[in-house]
């Protein structure tokens, strides 16, 4: 089946630092990726939405140059999150979706900046 | 804009019965896809059951079924002979009925966490 593989599964960084998170889909080609964000026993928040080559579409209160994302070819897709701070501290799920796959998840990104 | 909700946050079930969680959404187009997702400790979100709008019969996965009624706009899963495994957060989700671009977002229910005991 459809596999996507999200690294790194946790990650701890320092306030004011960058982290990347890769989304990458390993057995189709995924024209669009999506970014998710998760508070503790809430539901997944949608911020943005991809096209591969096209500029990701983001949620509305969303600060697009904080959390730059990259969707450079249809297997990979990143999020950059731009001098983090602990407000940043939550759980980031990518899904991909090919035309002929359903929504495919990876695993998630716990970040923690401390 | 479409909305999910799942007035359930927590529900119980002892083993080997049957729970079903609700879930009504609100929308305004006539095609659509609604969707059951488990996400369980390890949280992964894993697809339990999806429903096309244009279909009136309801979806069947095993032990999982749905119970869609479009008029209504509800779409509640039942879980038959509940298994420890099932122990998870359940979130309803809905698609636009057309996949193109930002079009084919999930919209996701708050979620109701499943507790099954023996």
């Known amino acids: 089946g459809a596999v996507v593989s999200q690294h790194p599964s946790r990650v701890i960084c320092k306030s004011g630092t960058s982290v990347k998170i890769e989304c990458r889909s390993l057995?189709?080609?995924?024209?669009?990726m999506f970014w998710y964000r998760q508070f503790p026993k809430q539901s997944l928040m949608l911020m943005a939405t991809s096209n591969e080559g096209s500029k990701a579409t983001y949620e509305q209160g969303v600060e697009k140059d904080k959390f730059l994302i990259n969707h450079a070819s249809l297997t990979l897709s990143t999020l950059t999150v731009t001098s983090a701070h602990p407000e940043d501290s939550s759980f980031y799920i990518c899904?991909?979706?090919?035309?002929?796959?359903?929504?495919?998840f990876g695993s998630g990104t716990r970040l923690t900046v401390v | 804009a479409q909305t999910v909700t799942q007035s359930q946050p927590e529900m119980s079930v002892q083993e080997a019965e049957t729970v079903t969680l609700s879930c009504t959404y609100d929308t305004s187009e006539s095609d659509y896809y609604l969707f059951w997702y488990k996400q369980p400790p390890s949280r992964q979100m894993i697809l339990v059951i999806r429903q096309e709008a244009y279909k009136q019969q309801n979806a069947t996965e095993n032990r999982f079924s749905v119970n869609f009624q479009k008029a209504a706009k509800s779409f509640s899963l039942k879980i038959s002979d509940s298994q420890l495994g099932d122990a998870a957060m359940y979130f309803c989700?809905?698609?636009?009925?057309?996949?193109?671009?930002?079009?084919?977002?999930?919209?996701f229910g708050t979620g109701t966490r499943l507790q099954v005991t023996l």
């Open positions: 057995d189709f080609q995924a024209t669009t």
């Open positions: 989700a809905y698609r636009s009925f057309d996949f193109t671009g930002t079009a084919s977002k999930l919209t």
């Open positions: 899904s991909a979706r090919g035309s002929r796959h359903g929504y495919t």
